[in-house]
């Protein structure tokens, strides 16, 4: 039984198109999160969401926006892709956000060309 | 802004050697964890530190905490192959509760 479940694994796109990736955790975790893995494996936050909180990393920018339908679901949608998005996400969960180790997604590569 | 600062970045040892891996944090902070990620692969909890001085070992890997010196230890032990991969900690601080990751240390294992 797979934790948490990310689709696609993999996924390339033109640069300004729109795109999801999918999120789905079945560990009754009460918060999730998006990270960024850069191509020097450099990794950084950028939500973390619980059903009453969303946290937006700053340094986000406006056309990646997550979208929640219940609380096992964390999906990112990402508007107007550039060619600089391309990346590794990883979605991970929780069962309180950030006091327990966090368990990661698989991992899904995007790439924009 | 909390830094969070591993040393080294790269590590070529030999099979049989011991070596340590440094997690400094710049922000007060009782939460570490150390995760890792095999070339192409998620990442993987290895250890979560919640106490001043707490260690935890699993097979030939040992990771402590010092909250005072702000400082994380993994220590590996007569290193093997398969214990080739990425290695980050990352540290809650006590101020707010997002997870912040080091930059990784990337360990290679040569026979």
């Known amino acids: 039984d797979t934790a948490v479940s990310q689709t696609p694994k993999y996924l390339v796109t033109q640069m300004g198109n729109d795109k999801s990736i999918k999120c789905e955790q079945n560990?009754?975790?009460?918060?999730m999160y998006w990270y960024k893995q850069d191509s020097k494996k450099f990794l950084k936050i950028m939500f973390s969401?619980?059903?009453?909180?969303?946290?937006i990393n700053e340094t986000v920018p406006n056309r990646f926006s997550p979208k929640s339908p219940d609380k096992a679901h964390l999906n990112l949608h990402i508007n107007s892709l550039e060619l600089g998005d391309s990346a590794v996400y990883f979605c991970?969960?929780?069962?309180?956000?950030?006091?327990?180790?966090?368990?990661f997604g698989p991992g899904t590569r995007l790439t924009v060309l | 802004e909390l830094k969070v600062e591993q040393n080294p970045l790269f590590l070529s040892m030999q099979e049989g050697k011991n070596y340590t891996i440094y997690c400094n944090y710049s922000t007060t902070s009782d939460r570490l964890y150390w995760y890792r990620q095999d070339p192409g692969k998620s990442l993987e909890s290895l250890f979560v530190?919640?106490?001043?001085?707490a260690v935890k070992q699993e097979g030939r890997l040992m990771a402590s905490l010092d909250t005072k010196a702000r400082l994380s230890t993994l220590h590996i032990t007569a290193a093997v192959h398969d214990l080739s991969a990425t290695y980050f900690c990352?540290?809650?601080?006590?101020?707010?509760?997002?997870?912040?990751f080091g930059a990784g240390t990337r360990l290679t294992v040569k026979p």
């Open positions: 969401y619980n059903n009453k909180e969303l946290i």
């Open positions: 530190l919640l106490s001043n001085g």
């Open positions: 990352a540290v809650v601080p006590y101020n707010n509760n997002d997870m912040r």
């Open positions: 560990l009754g975790h009460d918060t």
């Open positions: 991970a969960s929780s069962p309180f956000r950030s006091y327990n180790e966090q368990f």
